[in-house]
């Protein structure tokens, strides 16, 4: 009985790239969610989103960072250009569908370092 | 601006004793989520309280809710090394057929052997 898959656990990568995070929610949740995490501002939300919908964005920072849930396959973090400022934790959860509050399970995260 | 106030930020304490952390807020909540998150690891809820003066208890842990639901508190009695971690608060929203936790910056516990 798999929990929340992220992967990679840990992504270096150097001004200017790429970073691709996945999350692989429980089987059979349609609701995904990320979450970024530095020290100094604690644990923030970033994206909500349903299968091929985007439902909530209003934490997501307005350039650089996109997120995605395709009808199959897993979700996508997606940051262009990174800076040293993106280096944080980057946690996924999933939930089952339908409005029910304890029901966030989340992964044990992505640690990007931008060099 | 911190909706969700989190003390003590810190905690070390040793093996055997209790302790009280806290969650304060200057604005009434619907509900109150508690959370503990341990090192490498991503958070996992320990309970949801909705009703003000609600009190829920989990093994050694006792959740409160204020009476106005502006704050709530959780005790541990006989602390254990397993019981380090991180403890977040988090008030719910509701948003598209869901809630979102916003998340105080917690309380990071050391219970020493």
């Known amino acids: 009985n798999a929990g929340v898959m992220q992967n990679p656990r840990h992504l270096v990568r150097r001004r200017g790239q790429e970073a691709r995070l996945r999350c692989s929610p429980v089987?059979?949740?349609?609701?995904v969610y990320w979450y970024r995490q530095l020290p100094e501002e604690g644990l923030k939300f970033m994206v909500y989103l349903q299968k091929e919908n985007i439902i909530d964005e209003s934490g997501m920072p307005k350039e650089r960072f996109s997120a995605e849930f395709p009808k199959e396959g897993p979700s996508i973090l997606r940051i262009q250009q990174v800076v040293r400022g993106d280096s944080a934790a980057y946690f996924c959860a999933s939930s089952p569908p339908g409005m029910v509050r304890e029901t966030q399970y989340f992964g044990p995260g992505t640690r990007l370092l931008v060099l | 601006t911190q909706l969700l106030e989190q003390s003590p930020q810190f905690l070390s304490i040793q093996e055997g004793e209790n302790l009280t952390v806290y969650c304060n807020s200057s604005?009434?909540?619907?509900?109150l989520q508690w959370y503990r998150q341990e090192p490498g690891e991503g958070p996992v809820l320990l309970v949801t309280v909705v009703t003000g003066g609600e009190v829920k208890k989990l093994k050694r842990l006792t959740f409160q809710f204020g009476d106005a639901r502006k704050d709530s508190s959780l005790h541990i009695t006989a602390a254990q090394p397993g019981d380090t971690g991180l403890y977040l608060c988090a008030r719910t929203k509701a948003s598209g057929g869901s809630y979102i936790p916003t998340f105080g910056r917690g309380t990071s516990l050391i219970v020493h052997p």
């Open positions: 604005s009434v909540f619907s509900s």
């Open positions: 089987k059979g949740h349609s609701h």
